[in-house]
């Protein structure tokens, strides 16, 4: 069993940043790609950045691509976002996610989820 702790969100002006960190504990945290999602109010989850499992090549989302960066500290079993030049539509629950396939951009091929963290951005 893997377990996800996410945490880091909170309320910040537009233009602001934050940076949200997801621990995962229980398994080789190494053997896993990872991921962040988020689903606003009334819509579907969607993805938002995925780091795999090995060299730690990266994906974004066109919408948050030059603004996120997500990255991977295997020392600390730690995966991070960081936001900058968040915006309004940018709230919304953002889960940390786990995945032991080779595709990334998926929600469903990840097996471990978190259990959210709110991101408000207000303009």
């Known amino acids: 069993q893997v377990q996800l702790v996410e945490s880091g969100g909170g309320l910040v002006q537009a233009g602001g940043s934050l940076r949200l960190s997801c621990a995962v504990s229980g398994r080789t945290f190494s053997e896993y790609g990872m991921g962040w999602f988020r689903q606003a109010p009334g819509k579907e989850r969607e993805f938002v950045a995925a780091?795999?499992?090995?060299?730690?090549?990266?994906w974004h989302a066109d919408s948050v691509k030059g603004r996120f960066t997500i990255s991977r500290d295997n020392a600390k079993n730690t995966v991070y976002l960081q936001m900058n030049s968040l915006k309004p539509e940018d709230t919304a629950v953002y889960y940390c996610?786990?995945?032991?396939?080779?595709?990334?951009?998926?929600?469903?091929?990840?097996?471990?989820w978190g259990q959210g963290t709110q991101v408000t951005v207000s303009s």
């Open positions: 780091i795999s499992r090995s060299v730690g090549t990266t």
């Open positions: 996610a786990a995945t032991n396939t080779w595709t990334y951009t998926n929600a469903r091929l990840y097996v471990y």
